[in-house]
């Protein structure tokens, strides 16, 4: 079973995401007998609701996917690995859900996940600029009118 | 009528199919067939009463977007709206139907858009103890974030709905054709919606008194999510409403689901969680007949508590449409992992 590892800013984000949202109460590693997080299945986080339709687990698994996101674009990197340098955030909402609906994946599954599609500080992989992800963003149909008005286009 | 408990002892095993694994392809994207994103999950019932035996069995789910044809736009602040097509099948399937507590299966394609907002808690203010990089400082982050008054999350999905509704052994089948509209809302930790959702209070109560580390504090994970569809059902095959009416006659039906999650206590040092879904069907303006036979509206509960690398016991209870009997099932097992 993979134990995350406080040299990996990707476990780190997930297991600080997972515990400042109340999702899981296991430390970061195992010790004394005491499970780690990183072994634990899907199914044993809060939002994990089985008795739900999947309708229902799908939609809740989005949104924290959505929320895990957003807090690692706030707190550890908005930079992107190369395979993921054009994927808009719903591209990764559903790659993350495909994840997080499978009830035996692990916490280690979802921070490789993140390893793969998020360049952190202390990585050297592929180098993806923020602007070449701002330059897929599509803006709104309202955005581009209030441009055109200002004579952007 | 009868009332059947049923009591399932053994190993509840989950698996991905065999086919789940991916096939790489370039650029570090992975597909998977339809069949690959197939969850199946064996069961094995055992009535308690009536000397009936017990047997095998197994629930299974698929849900894939097939395409995303106005495309996807992000919006400010953590925010997104798309829309796209779904194909969706689920079910429980019993190799004796007669012990099936679940005996529904439902196969649809949605056309729906979505609006997803994302919050984040606030953790790492100057003097908190907490360092985001850090995870020897988790206890601080925790508890700082449970002060946070942002941290969010707010997600709609509306949409246009037909499926194909039968029982397992398709006595009964109906078509469907509707709307649906999905909301689920997590409220940021120390907002007025989570700490006076009083769903959560009970459990406040446990987990303070098991000394939880969230103690007396709400869980956001305990506001309710609400599944909301109206449809016009036309039934295909379906010899109990034939044999009261005569005939076949199309109706609307409103179908609803509550589910909710929330921790509930520790156990030594593990952690309990309780699941619970709530389903109800119901047939608006009903012919007295169909009415006087009980066909008209259907409920049905499922509530479980899962402890950490543990048991889980689940309680399941009601009738779903095409199920024509209440019927009461008590799993108890352990999840095993296959890879």
């Known amino acids: 079973m993979a134990e995350l590892r406080d040299s990996n800013q990707a476990d780190v984000s997930v297991f600080m995401f997972l515990t400042t949202n109340g999702q899981s109460i296991r430390p970061f590693s195992s010790s004394n007998g005491v499970k780690g997080m990183g072994p634990q299945p899907m199914q044993e986080l809060v939002y994990f609701n089985s008795a739900a339709t999947k309708d229902m687990l799908k939609q809740n698994a989005a949104l924290m996917a959505h929320m895990l996101i957003a807090f690692i674009n706030t707190y550890y990197t908005q930079q992107r690995e190369k395979a993921y340098e054009k994927k808009t955030t719903p591209d990764l909402v559903a790659e993350l859900v495909t994840l997080m609906i499978v009830p035996d994946k692990t916490v280690s599954d979802l921070a490789k996940k993140a390893d793969d599609i998020f360049r952190y500080a202390s990585e050297e992989s592929a180098a993806v600029p923020l602007a070449d992800v701002a330059n897929n963003v599509q803006p709104s149909p309202s955005t581009n009118k209030k441009l055109n008005k200002l004579g952007i286009k | ?339």
Request: hydrophobic share 35%.
């Open chain 2, 1 to 339: 009528m009868k009332y059947a408990i049923y009591v399932s002892l053994g190993f509840l095993v989950a698996f991905e199919c065999a086919h789940a694994q991916p096939t790489p392809v370039a650029g570090g994207e992975q597909k998977e067939s339809l069949l690959g994103k197939l969850h199946l999950e064996p069961k094995y019932f055992q009535p308690t009463q009536e000397n009936r035996e017990g047997g095998l069995g197994f629930t299974y789910k698929v849900d894939e977007t097939v395409a995303t044809p106005t495309g996807k736009v992000e919006l400010p602040n953590n925010a997104y709206r798309m829309s796209k097509l779904e194909f969706k099948a689920e079910g429980t399937v019993a190799f004796k139907s007669s012990i099936n507590p679940a005996d529904f299966l439902k196969t649809s394609f949605e056309y729906n858009y979505e609006y997803s907002k994302a919050g984040v808690v606030t953790i790492g203010a100057p003097g908190s103890g907490c360092d985001p990089k850090d995870p020897k400082t988790a206890e601080a982050c925790r508890k700082e974030a449970l002060r946070s008054r942002t941290g969010e999350g707010f997600r709609v999905n509306v949409g246009a709905t037909a499926s194909f509704e039968s029982d397992q052994k398709f006595d009964k089948r109906n078509k469907t054709y509707g709307a649906q509209s999905t909301i689920v809302y997590r409220p940021a930790p120390d907002s007025f919606a989570n700490q006076w959702n009083p769903l959560d209070w009970p459990f406040r109560v446990l987990r303070r008194a098991s000394n939880h580390p969230l103690g007396f504090d709400p869980s956001p994970d305990a506001f309710p999510k609400l599944r909301l569809a109206l449809e016009r059902v036309n039934p295909d095959k379906d010899t109990d409403r034939e044999a009261i009416l005569g005939k076949k006659d199309d109706y609307n039906r409103v179908n609803m689901e509550v589910a909710m999650s929330s921790p509930v206590a520790t156990l030594e040092g593990k952690q309990v969680k309780f699941e619970w879904s709530w389903r109800y069907f119901k047939e608006l303006s009903p012919n007295s007949a169909i009415h006087a036979a009980s066909l008209d509206r259907f409920r049905y509960s499922a509530l479980s508590f899962r402890l950490d690398s543990g048991w889980r016991l689940t309680y399941a209870t009601g009738r779903l449409p095409l199920n024509r009997q209440d019927q009461a099932a008590w799993e108890l097992g352990y999840q095993l992992k296959f890879d």
